[in-house]
């Protein structure tokens, strides 16, 4: 029994030997079975997602102050290939400039100061009668920055010490961000040109993040 066992031993080691010195079909068995996925490394998928960014540039458009616009120029970015996504923005609004004197503490003393500038030939005045401009005196509101600063300049002159104050309004806007192959260049603005040629946008550099 015992010759039996070595000699087995040495017949194993021997197969083992010619196998690896003179059969030279041996092939590797297979890494994965069929139908079942191999598996991945994670530093590998972050190695190829950081090989994709850096091939790459992203940018954001906007702001665009409706969201049909802003959908139908994403449009045109996804029908070139590229990815897009829209992104609201709360921002304010303005909508006028506003030259006025500082509130009084009395409304009997908001109309003692009109009837000093009404003297002095300064006809658009209107005593504010409630909110935070309270017994305040309106001098005109002005569209323009540089109108408001010459009307309340002019005020000022005659010896009343008028200001000027910018009033705004909540607003929603948005903004495009999308990506782009590194060294081409999308006609992004010539798009929005296309579809809204009153818009007033720019294109700036941001974080591939999306």
Request: net charge positive; with cysteine.
């Amino acid at each position: 029994m015992r010759s039996l066992i070595i000699f087995l031993l040495a017949l194993n080691a021997f197969y083992l030997v010619w196998s690896i010195t003179f059969n030279d079909k041996y092939i590797d068995p297979p890494k994965t079975k069929e139908g079942i996925p191999a598996l991945v490394l994670l530093s590998s998928k972050a190695a190829s997602s950081s090989n994709l960014k850096a091939n790459k540039n992203c940018f954001t458009v906007g702001p665009f102050n409706t969201k049909k616009t802003a959908q139908l120029v994403s449009n045109e970015i996804n029908n070139a290939g590229l990815s897009s996504t829209i992104h609201p923005q709360k921002t304010m609004e303005t909508l006028n400039f506003l030259v006025y004197l500082q509130a009084l503490s009395s409304k009997e003393e908001a109309q003692a100061i009109v009837k000093k500038l009404s003297e002095n030939e300064v006809k658009d005045h209107t005593i504010i009668e409630s909110g935070p401009y309270k017994n305040a005196i309106a001098l005109g509101v002005f569209n323009d920055l540089d109108k408001a600063r010459r009307h309340s300049e002019y005020i000022r002159f005659m010896g009343f010490d008028a200001k000027y104050t910018e009033q705004k309004k909540p607003k929603e806007v948005y903004w495009i961000n999308y990506d782009e192959s590194f060294g081409s260049t999308t006609p992004i603005m010539q798009w929005v040109e296309k579809i809204d040629p009153r818009a007033s946008v720019q294109r700036l550099s941001s974080a591939c993040n999306f």
